[in-house]
């Protein structure tokens, strides 16, 4: 697997001479690349159509949010060569405000996962067909998968037994003032 491994690297230090790859790594026995955001599309088109490569199936698109640094967001593109039996893993980097171009025309499963990051995230992929929420309700406020969004919500969903429906109430949270006691009753 070594051999295969470096075959692989070598193989793909040749491509980004081609193609604007930042960073390249193996782990696990899957080839690991960092792109710019501005190429990620060319990037993710040539693997699918290049004929020694053929990365033709997108099994997953999954996000990660690091609040400490400058781009918060990372995106992972997850493709499979079937051919050759082979993963690669695509990571691009983005924040809040700017977006991602879609990849929606190149592989259609893209369509579920970048709803799926919009959903959770809030990350707005540029020229998607169908953007929306699907994972939460309509009239949900936030991205539940943000580190800054808060862990009990804004919202209470409830069954009012008086009014026999579901009635959403605002959130609100009442820290009572404790007294701890740190001598243990078994200690003397």
Known sequence: MLYHNNLLLESFKYYSKIIPIENL????????????KEFLK??????KLHTFLQYKTLCCITGADYVSKRFRFEVYY??????????IRIKVSTDEITG?????????TANWYECEIWDMYG???INHTNLR???TDYGFVGN???????????IEVRYNESQKRVVSDQLELSQEYR???????WES
Not at 100 to 108: A, F, G, P, Q
Request: with cysteine.
């Open 123 to 125: 990350i707005f992929f």
């Open 144 to 154: 539940p998968l943000r580190k800054d969004f808060p862990l009990s919500g804004f």
């Open 42 to 47: 060319f990037v993710i088109l040539f693997f």
């Open 78 to 87: 997850e493709l499979l060569s079937t051919r050759f039996n082979n993963r």
């Open 25 to 36: 790594s193996i782990f696990n026995n899957e080839l690991r690349i960092s792109v710019k």
């Open 100 to 108: 991602l171009d879609s990849c929606e025309s190149i592989h259609s």
């Open 133 to 135: 929420r699907i994972l």
């Open 179 to 185: 007294t701890f006691n740190f001598i243990s009753p």
